[in-house]
């Protein structure tokens, strides 16, 4: 069950509290809901108003305590290499879009110290991460290039292996291993990360990837939406003994709100769906993929409506959130702890954490469990805060790992 919605004390310390250490997630998925409900239509889907068909909007982020956001660049790792990175681009053009109509409301970040005057001014501030290394097309030029036009983190992968000439450079959790964790090209892509001040995101790799880079990696890193393994077993969760790496490395995990990733029943009941699904030939369509409407066999969707009438799908709450904060504060500390709720990216999400209003009500739940305003205040924003520091400290554009100018 849930827990009851805090107390008007824990209310108002928790108000206060973000009123000085605003939320900055690690993951919001606006820029592709757009693409997709709408083309980038702003007139459509104006965000200083309502909008029902999406997580997030500007007075929910205000409701929310939102002061600084890392918009997703995403884009399907399915999609051809050239395909890809032109709508990189185009997502990277929908934040431009995004903070040209609404200054009042937004401002571009790349630094910590940029975070902390946008804040400070009442603003939001305007980060990127490129989710999956399929973005980069296999050339540190590219992933330079990124950073330039203002992307802080790249995901090393998605749902897919990405590939340089064919070859895969990176594990993902959700396909079959092929490079052992990260190719000597992977690590490459890792070194380069560190040296022009970008972070390395590991959210969606397999456990040997996490592992190469944090062997590799000269700068603390993160996981932009993951959650706790020893907690819900699901393969895009971290392992314990990755947290109690990631500690010594002084990274952050941003725990997501994903109810696969955050209550084991649902995980469970998605993956019996899946095997049903695939049973009878039905395709899957999610918000990750530009699919609206697939046609199936008639006989077949019947079929998989009667199976999902006689299994109806559990619930996550906020309160399977709290207990993935808890365990990851047991193990790796409240000073590696952050917030990824992957708004816009998920079809569904617990009960309590619907929109990006909700982060009080999370809060409110860890207050009621013990937490400290210091640690609340490292959750929100002070410990990603530092991490981005650490990579900017870390990075030295002056270097090149290969000559002047090095694709790959």
Known sequence: MISPTPRSGTAARVQALLNDHPVLDGHN???????????YDLDRRDLATSQPLLHTDIPRLRQG??????????????????????????????????LARYPETFAAARTAAEVRQVMASGRIAALMGAEGGHSIAGSLAVLRTLQRLGVGYLTLTHNQNPRKDGVAWADAATDRPEADGLSAFGRDVVREMNRIGMLVDLSHVAPATMADALDTSTAPVIFSHSSCR?????????????????????????VTFVPDFV?????????????????????????????????????????????????????????????????????????????????????????????????????????????????????????????LQAAEDAADVTATSSGSVRTA
């Open 65 to 98: 305590g939102v002061g600084a956001q890392f918009f997703s660049v995403y884009v399907p790792g399915t999609m051809p290499t050239g395909d890809a990175v032109v709508a990189v681009l185009e997502q990277i053009d929908c934040v431009a879009a995004i």
């Open 230 to 254: 020893a907690v819900t077993d699901h393969v895009r969760d971290v392992p314990d003994d990755v947290l109690t790496r990631l500690a010594a490395n002084d990274g952050v995990l941003m």
């Open 263 to 387: 209550n084991q029943a649902v995980a469970d009941h998605t993956a019996a769906h899946d095997r049903r699904r695939e049973e009878l030939g039905v395709a899957k369509t999610t918000v990750y993929t530009e699919i609206v409407d697939t046609e199936h066999d008639p006989a077949a969707l019947k079929a998989m409506q009667e199976w999902e009438a006689a299994h109806p799908a559990p619930v996550a709450t906020l309160s399977d959130v709290a207990d993935h904060l808890d365990h990851a504060r047991e193990v790796a500390g409240p000073a590696h702890l952050g917030l990824g709720g992957d708004y816009d990216g998920v079809e569904s999400l617990p009960t309590g954490l619907e929109d990006v209003s909700t982060y009080p009500a999370l809060l409110g739940e860890l207050a009621e469990r013990g937490w400290s305003d210091a640690d609340l205040a490292g959750l929100t924003s002070g410990n990603i805060l530092r991490v």
């Open 29 to 39: 998925d606006v820029a592709w809901a757009l693409r997709r409900q709408v083309a």
